[in-house]
């Protein structure tokens, strides 16, 4: 950081009940008052008057010996700047920086300390310094134009914010090869490279120290120009985003009773956040999905408009399908859910995604790309849904909610969602069977693999109804394997029947299902037992009402008769006639 040093002589100032004087042995003539505090200061024995064209100009009616008092509380820069002018005019030694420029150079012109008064002068001195020094220099140019926030009518008058903006544009602009002047670069891990170039970024957090208007300004410049790419344009306010906006932990709210200064910081992480979310580039990939959603999670804390919550979830939701679970894990902020994990924001995000997905891609299914970005976002869910299900706080409704978002296509099996269900089942251990029932019903059994499956039917934490419906499919699945695709004559199942062993349907509706459960049918509270004995009852009297026609039709043809008709070709065609009446019944 450079600096300026005028004047040659020792400070001689000093201060006795808020009155600043000098050590003189003249007695002093000039009394200027600045809010609270008093200037002791001498008219002509010090070249005070001959270098101000004001104090020249409000002590032009008064004699050399009387006494004048001046209240100047309209000074920029305060009694500050006003004693670094006073000390230049008794030649007492002084440091001008990028720090103090902005309030010596506005308390200089107020005072009018041009040459055009006396040659030399401080106006002179200062313009020469800045352009010169300040200007050239870096870090100086954003010193500078930062503390022209205290000042910002006269800085923009002066010219001082528009020419530090020219300069730190052009510096930004300049290829990082040819980047000379020092610059602050704190990113992990890059200080311990021993050669190393200029990184593209290098000025992204030299320039986040400025406030937000200042730091839009520089931002907007950039972009007009079009020379850096909008990854980098992104990366800036990523990087603004973190020195500025409050953290995560933070963010809860601290019910009303919340202080003065609480929310005037609020309002103004509010206008910073908005002013960021309206200089993201429109391309792509110029932000990451996870910055979004920070920022979006950090909005409804903040209460932002519509407009910027809006803009932040179609922008998450183009790029959802890059996310990583660890993009979606933020705190819940609102004081009437008590889920630790935000799931709605997830939620809002989801759906935008699939009405972008919908329109964009009418027939996914043979687009590659477009089934390839669904079932991302699929899976990514899926892997969601497992973290928040250890919540205890997470509701069935929430939980199902979330999952039956997710489009059928967006997944290829179901392996996934068992694994979430089944870590919330662990969790939740005192779900009730209708919120159990509820659950597991957004499960497709038939989209389970093998290994899974297996892994169900043995789980006692599903209800007993999924269970079934598993084992169900897996024997009507291992049916379909083992049948012959021939198909069985009439007289075949007719002669058949008198071979098949009478403890068939017994084995399937009881002994299978209680030998693939296990003990689970003995903590059970006879819900299955009466189910089997149900089916039990239906097949047997199938069975038994086929039985009884038939011996009616051997009896009738005996009496019509007088014996029976063991005619092989008749027996067949009463088995079809009996077979159709079977159907059409």
Same mark, same amino acid.
């Given at each position: 950081?450079?600096?300026?040093?005028?004047?040659?002589?020792?400070?001689?100032?000093?201060?006795?009940?808020?009155?600043?004087?000098?050590?003189?042995?003249?007695?002093?003539?000039?009394?200027?008052? =600045?809010?609270?505090?008093?200037?002791?200061?001498?008219?002509?024995?010090?070249?005070?008057?001959?270098?101000?064209?004001?104090?020249?100009r409000?002590?032009?009616?008064?004699?050399?010996?009387?006494?004048?008092?001046?209240?100047?509380?309209?000074?920029?820069?305060?009694?500050?700047?006003?004693?670094?002018?006073?000390?230049?005019?008794?030649?007492?030694?002084?440091?001008?920086?990028?720090?103090?420029?902005?309030s010596?150079?506005?308390?200089?012109?107020?005072?009018?300390?041009?040459?055009?008064?006396?040659?030399?002068?401080?106006?002179g001195?200062?313009?020469?310094?800045?352009?010169?020094?300040?200007?050239?220099?870096?870090?100086?140019?954003?010193?500078?134009?930062?503390?022209?926030?205290?000042?910002?009518?006269?800085?923009?008058?002066?010219? =001082?914010?528009?020419?530090?903006?020219?300069?730190?544009?052009?510096?930004?602009?300049?290829?990082?090869p040819?980047?000379?002047?020092?610059?602050?670069?704190?990113?992990?891990?890059?200080?311990?490279?021993?050669?190393?170039?200029?990184?593209?970024?290098?000025?992204?957090?030299?320039?986040?120290?400025?406030?937000?208007?200042?730091?839009?300004?520089?931002?907007?410049?950039?972009?007009?120009?079009?020379?850096?790419?909008?990854?980098?344009?992104?990366?800036?306010?990523?990087?603004?985003?973190?020195?500025?906006l409050?953290?995560?932990?933070?963010?809860?709210?601290?019910?009303?009773?919340?202080s003065?200064?609480?929310?005037?910081?609020k309002?103004?992480?509010?206008?910073?956040?908005e002013?960021?979310?309206?200089?993201?580039?429109?391309?792509?990939?110029?932000?990451?999905?996870?910055?979004?959603?920070?920022?979006?999670? =950090?909005?409804?804390?903040?209460?932002?408009?519509?407009?910027?919550?809006?803009?932040?979830?179609?922008?998450?939701?183009?790029?959802?399908?890059?996310?990583?679970?660890?993009?979606?894990l933020?705190?819940?902020?609102?004081?009437s859910?008590?889920?630790?994990?935000?799931?709605e924001?997830?939620?809002?995000?989801?759906?935008?995604?699939?009405?972008?997905?919908?329109?964009?891609?009418?027939g996914?299914?043979?687009?590659?790309?477009?089934?390839?970005?669904?079932?991302?976002v699929?899976?990514?869910?899926?892997?969601?849904?497992?973290?928040?299900?250890?919540?205890?706080?997470?509701?069935?409704?929430?939980?199902v909610?979330?999952?039956?978002?997710?489009?059928?296509?967006?997944?290829?099996?179901?392996?996934?969602?068992?694994?979430?269900?089944?870590?919330?089942?662990?969790?939740?251990?005192?779900?009730?069977?209708?919120?159990?029932?509820?659950?597991?019903?957004?499960?497709?059994?038939?989209?389970?693999?093998p290994?899974?499956?297996?892994?169900?039917?043995?789980?006692?934490?599903?209800?007993?109804?999924?269970?079934?419906?598993?084992?169900?499919?897996?024997q009507?699945?291992?049916?379909?394997?083992?049948?012959?695709?021939?198909?069985?004559?009439?007289?075949? =199942?007719?002669?058949?029947?008198?071979?098949?062993?009478?403890?068939?349907?017994?084995?399937?509706?009881?002994?299978?299902?209680?030998?693939r459960?296990?003990?689970?049918?003995?903590?059970?509270?006879?819900?299955?037992?009466?189910?089997?004995?149900?089916?039990?009852?239906?097949?047997?009297?199938?069975?038994?009402?086929?039985?009884?026609?038939?011996?009616?039709?051997?009896?009738?043809?005996?009496?019509?008769?007088?014996?029976?008709?063991l005619?092989?070709?008749?027996?067949?065609?009463?088995?079809?006639?009996?077979?159709?009446?079977?159907?059409?019944?």
């Amino acid at each position: 950081m450079k600096f300026m040093k005028l004047g040659t002589k020792a400070d001689t100032f000093y201060t006795e009940q808020a009155t600043r004087t000098l050590i003189s042995e003249i007695a002093a003539d000039l009394v200027i008052q =600045i809010n609270d505090i008093t200037y002791l200061l001498h008219k002509l024995q010090f070249p005070l008057l001959p270098k101000c064209g004001l104090l020249q100009r409000l002590c032009y009616d008064t004699s050399d010996s009387e006494s004048v008092s001046l209240e100047l509380h309209d000074i920029p820069g305060g009694e500050d700047a006003f004693e670094l002018c006073a000390k230049f005019c008794y030649g007492i030694a002084i440091n001008i920086s990028a720090h103090n420029f902005v309030s010596a150079l506005c308390a200089a012109k107020f005072l009018r300390m041009n040459d055009s008064i006396e040659k030399g002068n401080l106006v002179g001195k200062l313009e020469s310094f800045f352009n010169s020094c300040i200007l050239e220099g870096w870090k100086d140019s954003i010193a500078t134009l930062q503390t022209t926030a205290t000042l910002p009518e006269w800085s923009e008058n002066l010219g =001082i914010v528009r020419k530090c903006i020219d300069s730190i544009i052009e510096k930004i602009l300049t290829p990082p090869p040819q980047v000379k002047w020092s610059y602050t670069y704190t990113r992990p891990g890059y200080t311990k490279k021993q050669h190393h170039s200029v990184p593209k970024d290098w000025w992204t957090e030299d320039v986040s120290d400025l406030d937000i208007d200042l730091f839009r300004c520089i931002i907007m410049a950039i972009r007009s120009t079009y020379v850096l790419p909008p990854q980098l344009i992104g990366e800036a306010l990523h990087v603004y985003a973190c020195r500025w906006l409050p953290g995560l932990t933070k963010l809860k709210s601290s019910g009303s009773s919340a202080s003065q200064t609480e929310e005037s910081n609020k309002e103004k992480n509010r206008k910073i956040l908005e002013t960021i979310v309206s200089m993201i580039p429109a391309d792509r990939g110029s932000v990451s999905v996870g910055f979004l959603f920070r920022l979006l999670s =950090i909005s409804i804390h903040l209460g932002v408009s519509s407009v910027t919550k809006t803009e932040l979830i179609r922008r998450a939701s183009l790029q959802f399908e890059e996310a990583t679970v660890s993009d979606l894990l933020y705190p819940s902020k609102s004081s009437s859910d008590q889920n630790y994990y935000d799931t709605e924001l997830v939620l809002a995000v989801l759906e935008t995604f699939l009405k972008l997905w919908k329109r964009m891609s009418p027939g996914a299914v043979d687009n590659s790309y477009f089934l390839r970005s669904i079932r991302n976002v699929g899976k990514l869910i899926d892997s969601y849904l497992q973290v928040v299900a250890r919540d205890d706080n997470m509701q069935v409704s929430k939980f199902v909610s979330l999952a039956e978002t997710v489009p059928s296509i967006a997944r290829e099996d179901h392996d996934d969602l068992y694994q979430a269900i089944n870590i919330y089942l662990k969790v939740h251990t005192d779900l009730s069977k209708a919120d159990k029932k509820r659950l597991c019903g957004i499960l497709d059994c038939q989209r389970l693999s093998p290994e899974v499956r297996a892994h169900a039917v043995k789980n006692e934490l599903l209800p007993l109804r999924t269970v079934v419906q598993l084992l169900y499919f897996e024997q009507d699945k291992g049916s379909k394997a083992t049948t012959s695709h021939k198909l069985p004559k009439p007289h075949e =199942i007719l002669l058949g029947a008198k071979h098949r062993p009478a403890t068939t349907n017994e084995e399937f509706n009881g002994e299978e299902i209680r030998e693939r459960v296990h003990h689970k049918t003995k903590r059970s509270d006879g819900k299955l037992l009466a189910l089997d004995l149900e089916k039990k009852m239906v097949i047997k009297g199938d069975i038994e009402e086929t039985r009884s026609e038939k011996a009616r039709g051997i009896k009738d043809a005996s009496s019509s008769s007088g014996k029976v008709d063991l005619d092989p070709k008749k027996i067949i065609r009463r088995t079809r006639s009996k077979s159709e009446h079977g159907v059409k019944k």
